[in-house]
């Protein structure tokens, strides 16, 4: 089958369709929060504020850089590793996430913080909108060098969305606490994505296997993104927590299981190898899921220990997920996982919502204080009759709520995404930046091997337009995505 990859007339009309709906979306409903509003000045004396350094601005702003951060330089380098894909996995993830953070300022804003017909606009909806763009960059991922830049698009339109609406089930009306996004950002964005490429499964994808692997250069890159989240991955667990010692207590419970999933990370990739010898995937994607997992949890009294051992089992678990369940699953399920995200988000996720459960479940007086107890979970309102156990059961079912929507609405998606118009590659020509972008590099080698494959009829996998892509490559060892095609 031909698939018409021009996206000439489509990616600008989504583009600008999409871009004008936001202006004339934004002029309607957003307005700036009253930290950010001139009348702020007025407002200092009754709200007890000294000096304009007690804006929020000041407190939010250094957090909402890290996010920033982790959003278009972590996760854009991040999947950089593909050794054709480089411009795509940078340039895509620039395109969704620009949208993204737009479309998830209205969704987010409806749901909480519209008052008097506006949506209020302050630092912490930006760092909010970061973290629903965050989740969309997880599902990214799965479908990372099989997709069209229109599917994107879409597919961010819709996710954003669904996002929205899981988050403000789980926050608003079930009361969770998950001030990393365990669940409402990993969880929800990994089983999203891997529903959607079970959905747009392509079984005769192994004519680009060997194009799914890395070269020396690329996995370079990747890690870059990897050392970025990394770092700033205390900021992303933290960022929106109260004021105080819940926020201090977030960053040091991440701090201390990043760095103890580094070691047990390390530690089974060599194990696991005949020689000893360290894979650069588990280097760069399961030292991460430390992060991940303690997300739900960050404010909570897990005490630096139990963060070590969250981090240590999660090193653990997503480096035994790439070297074992990511070939099952493709295998077996027929979920093609480019980016291995069930094993540093999916999975990591789940555990994070289960230690944030046990956690909750266990709190007490004599640990938080009365008053901290109260404070940490919001015992008040209609929560007044709550006790640790109720709040246990309900982050509970803030786990399977997550986990439904992003089945149900990944089933959905991909059903929309699937239809042929979309300009997808065909399944010879994925993972390859030539098929989406023109640079001198790209338009030498193809024109290279138009001559090559002029003089050798039948050879090659030919795309739209009668342009001829690579099809050989250096495959590394093991992939990302399962075991070798049959011979």
């Not at 936001?22 to 004396?45: C, E, K, N, S, T």
């Not at 480089?86 to 620039?94: A, I, K, L, R």
């Not at 949506?119 to 991922?141: K, M, P, Q, R, T």
């Not at 938080?368 to 309900?394: E, I, P, V």
């Amino acid at each position: 089958m031909i698939w018409n990859t021009n996206l000439r007339w489509r990616l600008p009309a989504t583009c600008l369709l999409l871009q004008v709906a936001m202006v004339v979306l934004f002029g309607v409903f957003v307005r700036y929060d009253h930290d950010a509003d001139p009348h702020w000045i007025d407002r200092q004396g009754g709200e007890n504020a000294t000096s304009d350094m007690e804006n929020e601005f000041y407190y939010r702003y250094p957090s909402f850089q890290d996010v920033h951060v982790m959003i278009f330089v972590g996760f854009g380098f991040l999947m950089t590793f593909l050794q054709r894909y480089g411009y795509s996995s940078v340039g895509f993830n620039f395109l969704l996430a620009a949208f993204g953070i737009q479309w998830a300022l209205l969704m987010q804003g409806w749901f909480h913080s519209y008052s008097q017909g506006y949506i209020h606009v302050g630092v912490e909806n930006l760092i909010n909108a970061d973290f629903c763009v965050g989740s969309v960059c997880v599902a990214f991922g799965a479908v990372l060098g099989k997709v069209s830049p229109v599917q994107l698009l879409i597919m961010t339109l819709f996710q954003v969305t669904l996002f929205s609406v899981n988050e403000f089930i789980l926050l608003s009306l079930l009361e969770v606490k998950d001030a990393g996004g365990s669940m409402t950002i990993h969880t929800f964005g990994a089983y999203f994505g891997l529903t959607v490429t079970w959905i747009l499964y392509r079984p005769s994808l192994h004519q680009s296997k060997e194009r799914q692997s890395a070269v020396y250069h690329s996995d370079l890159f990747a890690m870059i993104g990897t050392l970025f989240l990394w770092m700033y991955w205390p900021s992303f667990n933290s960022a929106v927590s109260k004021h105080g010692d819940a926020q201090h207590r977030a960053a040091i419970n991440t701090y201390c299981s990043l760095a103890a999933c580094v070691l047990t990370s390390v530690a089974l990739s060599s194990a696991l190898h005949k020689k000893g010898k360290l894979d650069m995937v588990h280097i760069q994607n399961a030292t991460l899921a430390g992060g991940v997992a303690v997300g739900t949890a960050a404010e909570m009294m897990l005490m630096p220990y139990g963060s070590l051992i969250v981090g240590f089992l999660c090193g653990i678990i997503s480096t035994l997920g790439f070297v074992y369940l990511t070939p099952f699953l493709e295998s077996k399920l027929r979920i093609q996982d480019t980016c291995g995200i069930h094993n540093l988000h999916g999975m990591p996720g789940i555990i994070g919502g289960i230690v944030g459960a046990v956690t909750a479940s266990c709190a007490n007086a004599s640990v938080y204080g009365a008053k901290g107890l109260a404070n940490a979970f919001d015992f008040d309102g209609f929560k007044t009759t709550w006790d640790s156990s109720m709040q246990g059961k309900f982050q509970a079912a803030g786990l399977f709520v997550s986990l439904a929507m992003a089945l149900v609405g990944g089933i959905i998606v991909g059903i929309i995404l699937k239809l042929p118009f979309w300009g997808q590659p065909a399944d010879g020509n994925c993972f390859e930046d030539s098929v989406y972008w023109e640079g001198p590099c790209l338009r030498m080698e193809t024109e290279e091997l138009e001559t090559k494959q002029a003089s050798k009829p039948g050879s090659g996998s030919r795309g739209l337009g009668g342009h001829i892509l690579r099809t050989t490559g250096r495959r590394g060892p093991g992939g990302r995505s399962g075991p070798s095609p049959p011979k």
